[in-house]
């Protein structure tokens, strides 16, 4: 069976080592955790976990009857592609001199981003969006020389 990269949203408890058990039990099932990201819901008791990971279905089945087990779980959805809404947000420092600063402006613009800094050699760009527009950008920004990225990896909401 195939491989695939798979968006798990989990309602959990809003208690200390809920994040360790889960990420676990993941790990224990021997795949990587690509994304993870945890933040509290409009119930202050209660967090949402979004977890991507690449896996084949049947394993993914296994990991989603496991996460049912345990006590801080509340709920388990596989959002499936389409039938969902994502987001991440990326900061990318890139080498810029003065002629490269415009045409750097104009790319991140095409992407919904913006110039957060800006300093002598360098911008840093600001941009949120889906994985795949993150994604061109990034090929977007690797000509001009990216000297560092960061990705806060994909929060999801089901449509």
């Given at each position: 069976?195939?491989?695939?990269?798979?968006?798990?949203?989990?309602?959990?408890?809003?208690h200390f080592?809920?994040?360790?058990?889960?990420?676990?039990?993941?790990?224990?099932?021997?795949?990587?955790?690509?994304?993870?990201?945890?933040?509290?819901?409009?119930?202050?008791?209660?967090?949402?976990?979004?977890?991507?990971?690449?896996?084949?279905?049947?394993?993914?089945?296994?990991?989603?009857?496991?996460?049912?087990?345990?006590?801080?779980?509340?709920?388990?959805?596989?959002?499936?592609?389409?039938?969902?809404?994502?987001?991440?947000?990326?900061?990318?420092?890139?080498?810029?001199?003065?002629?490269?600063?415009?045409?750097?402006?104009?790319?991140?613009?095409?992407?919904?981003?913006?110039?957060?800094?800006?300093?002598?050699?360098?911008?840093?760009?600001?941009?949120?969006?889906?994985?795949?527009?993150?994604?061109?950008l990034v090929?977007?920004?690797?000509?001009?020389?990216?000297?560092?990225?960061?990705?806060?990896?994909?929060?999801?909401?089901?449509?």
């Open positions: 069976m195939a491989s695939e990269r798979h968006t798990i949203s989990c309602l959990v408890e809003n080592g809920v994040l360790s058990r889960v990420s676990g039990l993941i790990s224990a099932r021997g795949f990587n955790i690509d994304s993870l990201t945890v933040s509290t819901t409009e119930d202050p008791t209660i967090s949402r976990m979004t977890i991507v990971v690449d896996a084949d279905a049947l394993k993914l089945e296994q990991v989603k009857h496991q996460l049912y087990r345990l006590i801080d779980v509340i709920d388990v959805q596989e959002l499936r592609e389409g039938a969902f809404i994502d987001r991440e947000l990326l900061l990318a420092r890139v080498n810029a001199n003065g002629a490269a600063r415009a045409e750097l402006e104009r790319v991140a613009s095409q992407f919904g981003g913006k110039l957060a800094d800006a300093g002598d050699r360098s911008v840093v760009i600001e941009a949120s969006g889906d994985t795949k527009t993150l994604d061109r090929e977007r920004l690797k000509p001009h020389g990216i000297t560092k990225l960061v990705r806060t990896g994909r929060v999801a909401l089901e449509k």
